[in-house]
């Protein structure tokens, strides 16, 4: 959608009837659910944009109901720009398939992904949540306006920008995405990194090159295709770094690979490197880059929350990675999110 776009067209009401009347000459049901994206204005949670709709919840359940009456199988394509609210209807058809929005191609793609031309081997780079209210960053958001008039805009972008100048503070602080929800356990619809595939896969042989820390560490696990179908993986290198003085996430990803297409049966040994700009943390008062002295977990997952091997470090001290200068400091005091430990 372009900036200050036309409103979408209305799409057609299909009833029950319409439905059943499909089901019984179709082999299969997919139903889209599509949102708008572009700029000029924020995500809201409202039915039509976080949530659905009315109409998009009954005519899921409408399909699911009638399909599954005769055995047959529904699948809902998101075709969306950001995340959307799941959790009170992904239950019912036998398959979601997030599209995101893939532009011309994205119908051909699809098609490939259905009928198993191609075995789907994407990871969610960001967390479904259950509710909006799950999110940090909902309580604070859409802020305040200030009260302070000023001279309207002019120009190409007058439609939408204020003339009434707003702020909002964001106090997720390092809480940010999945390491808000793993770190304050908050349980989301579908965690960062998650993705499904029609094969499995197994992890094994997790090694580090040391057990102390000295520069660098390279990891290597090996990740083998235990299904039937040829298909590619994508590994996920989590990090637990110690909090000493300095407050810490759960968990970090600090690096990710996908393996080649594995044919059933196949294995294959990815490797990753640590080095100490990954260990390190911003600490505040000292505008520098801090690597604490410590234990440092390293994880190996398929997801967040699909951790299948760890193995750990040491860091026998502290270490400096990067001094900064001080700049842009906030006008006030930001009352950052903390865990309970």
């Known amino acids: 959608m372009a900036i ?10 299909i009833n029950q009837d319409i439905v ?5 000459v179709c082999d299969a049901a997919l139903v889209t ?7 000029g204005s924020d995500r809201l949670n409202a039915k039509g944009d976080f949530q659905l709709t009315d109409y998009e919840q009954q005519l899921i359940k409408m399909v699911t109901t009638s399909f599954k009456a005769k055995n047959k199988k529904v699948v809902v394509i998101l075709n969306v720009a950001g995340v ?10 036998d398959a979601i398939l997030l599209a995101w929005q893939g532009g011309q191609e994205a119908g051909n793609s699809i098609a490939d992904v259905l009928t198993g031309k191609v ?3 994407g990871k969610l780079a960001i967390t479904f949540p259950v509710s909006y209210e799950d999110v940090p960053s909902s309580k604070t958001f859409p802020g305040k306006e200030l009260g302070i008039e000023k001279s309207a805009p002019t120009g190409p972008l007058s439609g939408f920008m204020k003339s009434v100048p707003a702020v909002v503070t964001y106090e997720d602080g390092i809480y940010v995405g999945y390491r808000y929800y793993e770190t304050f356990k908050v349980k989301p619809s579908y965690e960062f990194g998650f993705g499904l595939s029609f094969t499995d896969f197994t992890y094994s042989n997790l090694k580090l090159s040391s057990s102390k820390f000295n520069g660098s560490i390279t990891v290597t696990v090996n990740v083998k295709n235990n299904g039937k179908v040829a298909g590619k993986e994508v590994t ?3 990090l637990t770094a110690p909090s000493v003085k300095l407050d810490k996430p759960i968990l970090e990803l600090k690096g990710f690979a996908k393996t080649t297409l594995l044919q059933p049966g196949e294995s294959q040994t990815l490797s990753f490197v640590i080095d100490s700009r990954r260990l390190a943390s911003f600490d505040t008062a000292k505008s520098s880059w801090i690597a604490e002295a410590g234990k440092y977990e390293v994880k190996i997952g398929a997801s967040s929350r699909d951790i299948k091997l760890t193995a750990s470090f040491n860091l026998a001290r502290d270490l400096t990675v990067k001094k900064e200068n001080v700049s842009l400091v906030p006008k006030e005091k930001i009352s950052e999110i903390k865990p309970s430990r």
Do not use: C, F, H
Not at 20 to 24: K, R, T, W
Not at 84 to 93: I, R
């Open 119 to 121: 075995n789907p081997s």
């Open 4 to 13: 200050m776009g036309s409103k979408q067209i209305e799409e057609m009401t």
């Open 33 to 39: 659910i599509g949102r708008n994206s572009g700029e």
């Open 20 to 24: 059943n009347g499909m089901a019984n």
């Open 84 to 93: 959307v609210e799941t959790a009170s209807w992904k239950d019912l058809p």
């Open 236 to 238: 996920e290198l989590y």
